[in-house]
Nanobody, 116 residues
Framework: QVQLVESGGGLVQPGGSLKLSCAAF????????MGWYRQAPGHQRELVAY???????DYPDSVKGRFTISRDNTKNMSYLQMNRLKPEDTAVYYC??????????WGQGTQVTVSS
């Protein structure tokens, strides 16, 4: 059974850091492209980081230089390190997988709140 489980969200002050984790189950992780998305109230879900199966990364300008996506194929884990967080980064963050032959999978989401 395909499953993605996020963890690591919480409340952080502006300028602080958080690291999100995504545990993957039920598919061949090493050949799967992984992403992190976020959705704030009243906004569409948007991509914040993407990593290919061979480790190439991409970010939108809004998070470039602050967020870093990584993966550990030995543990079937994806990570999102978020630094210099801003109030506008507040959202529910979702782990995403584009699984060859199976399609798209989503985690349940983890709340990130940036506030003083």
């Amino acid at each position: 059974q395909v499953q993605l489980v996020e963890s690591g969200g919480g409340l952080v002050q502006p300028g602080g850091s958080l690291k999100l984790s995504c545990a993957a189950f039920g598919f061949k992780f090493s050949v799967t492209e992984m992403g992190w998305y976020r959705q704030a109230p009243g906004h569409q879900r948007e991509l914040v980081a993407y990593i290919t199966s061979d480790g190439q990364r991409d970010y939108p300008d809004s998070v470039k230089g602050r967020f870093t996506i990584s993966r550990d194929n030995t543990k079937n884990m994806s990570y999102l390190q978020m630094n210099r967080l801003k109030p506008e980064d507040t959202a529910v963050y979702y782990c995403n997988a584009e699984i060859p032959g199976l399609g798209t999978a989503w985690g349940q989401g983890t709340q990130v709140t940036v506030s003083s």
